[in-house]
């Protein structure tokens, strides 16, 4: 109550606009994803790390967009290949040479020949999911339990964990997520646990027999949206031979990972290869977009247009400078030497403090992704997440965090971002506020 109180006298600009915004915007924010209890908090401006709110608050930015803007913002090069970019036109619905040059890059970092743009992580997962439906002919596809691909019908199907805060009364543990998806969109998906590959296994051999094989698996190699959970030694390779052994497309969703783990995302960092990488979020550095790689085997349907995949700002010129501009010249393997030292520096200090305070917890963490669990049990899929999380512990954290200069995304699913422009200073940021609150907890 304390800490809530202080963010609330801390806000009144945010609880302002709260109350304008909320007139003619739903819950007063763009984006259900966006809102918290009591307000949201507005933001003006960022620059580097940092983030201003409308009362001009700053904040060490650990939100990053969830986790959009591992270049940090207002990145000197972006600034520079947009402001060149829109002074020659923004959008024409024909390709440019940025378009080819990103391809050619993404080709490169993430073993797949062919490549589409869309403008979202929604719209990637969605069109990669129907062009593996198109190149199997089959319609069923095999997801996992809690997993988030976005918010298109084919994958709101066992997703995330219920939290109270977010908005009206979604219930997220349920198979089918929310009013407004068909039943008969949700029958199609089949969720399995992570990290348990006999499982999905026995499942799709169940499929089979039911006539049903599966089109393709979608996941995310690790998870990043049960904080972050790491794929345990073996498994993923065994999801690979499962899926190619039974002829199903596998689908790494890398919309978290692609770009935030390793030049190649979590493909070449964990060096499995997938038949198809979905990408999005830190791609356009802030402009939206999203790219589907393939082998050329798959995207034959697409070149044979027996699938459909378009889309009129597909490749837009402002969100290809960018991500030009990311690839070449920001996200570079020096960027991911900052970024893993950061990290290691980040979570080490987030484990010596939980041990030091005796608080149950421990620190995951993958280049400029991490989070606390706070439990000691292994957290390993959806289901240990769910029967171990602590309620109160990552809402408290989230407060300790926003009253003492630190954003990080809400929910107690979400991890943070570092971005390349983060420095010692707000790691040392980050674990003053977690002692903070340990030291307040055990007095
Ligand atoms: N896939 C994953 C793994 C995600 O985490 C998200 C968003 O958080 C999406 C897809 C959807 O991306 P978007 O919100 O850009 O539609």
């Avoid at 809530?4 to 984006?31: C, D, F, I």
């Avoid at 990637?124 to 999911?129: K, N, Q």
């Avoid at 049903?212 to 345990?232: D, F, H, Q, S």
């Avoid at 002829?247 to 190649?264: M, N, Q, R, S």
Wanted: charged share 20%; net charge negative.
């Amino acid at each position: 109550d304390r800490e809530q109180a202080r963010l609330k006298a801390a806000t009144p600009g945010s609880a302002a606009m709260y109350q304008r915004a909320r007139r003619t915007m739903t819950l007063g924010v763009p984006s259900s994803y966006q809102a918290r209890d009591p307000w949201p908090i507005y933001l003006s401006h960022g620059r580097g790390s940092r983030v201003w709110d409308v009362d001009g608050t700053e904040y060490s930015d650990f939100h990053n967009a969830f986790g959009s803007m591992v270049q940090g913002h207002a990145h000197p090069a972006i600034v520079r290949a947009v402001s060149e970019r829109v002074a020659l036109g923004s959008h024409f619905a024909m390709p440019t040479e940025d378009a080819v040059i990103v391809s050619e890059e993404l080709a490169r970092r993430f073993r797949l020949p062919q490549w589409r743009y869309v403008n979202s992580g929604s719209e990637a997962t969605m069109d990669a999911i129907r062009i593996a439906r198109g190149a199997t002919g089959r319609e069923t596809i095999v997801k996992i339990f809690g997993s988030y691909h976005g918010h298109h019908d084919y994958v709101m199907v066992s997703i995330g964990a219920p939290y109270a805060d977010i908005g009206p009364a979604d219930d997220m543990n349920s198979l089918g997520y929310g009013g407004g998806i068909p039943s008969a969109v949700v029958d199609l998906t089949v969720p399995v646990p992570f990290n348990d590959a006999p499982a999905m296994e026995r499942r799709i051999e169940r499929l089979a027999a039911e006539g049903r094989k599966p089109a393709c698996v979608i996941m995310e190699a690790a998870m990043m949206n049960l904080g972050v959970i790491l794929p345990e030694p073996g498994y993923l390779e065994a999801v690979r031979e499962i899926t190619r052994r039974h002829g199903i497309i596998l689908i790494f969703d890398e919309v978290k990972t692609g770009l935030c783990v390793a030049p190649g995302g979590a493909t070449e960092r964990f060096g499995v290869a997938p038949d198809m990488v979905t990408l999005a979020k830190a791609l356009g550095g802030g402009l939206p977009s999203g790219a589907i790689g393939a082998t050329d085997e798959i995207m034959e349907v697409v070149a044979k247009d027996k699938v459909k995949q378009v889309g009129t700002y597909n490749g837009n010129p402002l969100a290809m400078a960018a991500a030009r501009a990311s690839l070449f010249e920001v996200l570079t393997p020096e960027a991911y030497t900052h970024l893993d030292r950061l990290n290691d520096r980040l979570t080490a200090g987030c484990d010596e403090i939980l041990a030091r305070y005796g608080i149950p917890g421990y620190t995951v963490g993958i280049s400029s992704k991490g989070c606390v669990h706070f439990t000691d049990a292994p957290i390993r899929d959806y289901t240990s997440f769910m029967a171990h999380q602590n309620e109160a512990l990552p809402l408290l954290a989230w407060l300790y965090n926003a009253n003492r200069g630190v954003l990080m995304a809400p929910g107690r699913e979400e991890e943070w971002t570092l971005s390349v422009q983060h420095t010692d200073a707000d790691v040392d940021r980050y674990l003053e506020s977690l002692d903070a609150m340990c030291a307040d907890l055990t007095r």
